[in-house]
């Protein structure tokens, strides 16, 4: 079994890295590109949803992103219109929170779109 962490360089890449159980053999991490360039400006807010293989994303290109680190491909995208500061999933998946500067959105994660 293999626990995972995923974090985003300074070029805007998100990626995956495995992490082994230890079982004797020293062996290098394999670091894995989920997608790379996926916003234009810093990402301000990550999460990864405990039932689903997703992640959200959001930016200070005032977009949330829903990503599938699985097949690497970009699910979501929705463009806010202000500056957003830190994304969560709810454990469902269905839902996302995202703070901005002044309030808490609440979306609903539906087919292919994102409601307020």
């Known amino acids: 079994s293999e626990d995972h962490i995923y974090f ?3 070029s805007k890449q998100l990626l995956k890295v ?3 159980l230890y079982d004797g ?6 670091f894995d590109f989920v997608h790379s360039c996926f916003h234009t400006q810093e990402v301000t807010g990550m999460d990864v949803c405990i039932r689903k293989q997703l992640i959200v994303t959001c930016s200070k290109d005032r ?3 829903i990503w599938n680190y ?3 491909t970009l699910e979501l995208s929705y463009l806010l219109t202000e500056d957003s500061y830190a994304v969560a999933f709810h454990p469902s998946g269905f839902h996302i929170v995202v703070a901005t500067g002044d309030k808490i959105l609440l979306m609903n994660v539906l087919s292919k779109s994102l409601h307020q």
């Open 8 to 10: 985003i360089t300074k």
């Open 70 to 72: 699985v097949t690497k």
């Open 25 to 30: 053999v020293d062996s290098k991490p394999k």
């Open 18 to 20: 495995d992490i082994p």
């Open 63 to 65: 977009t949330v992103k």
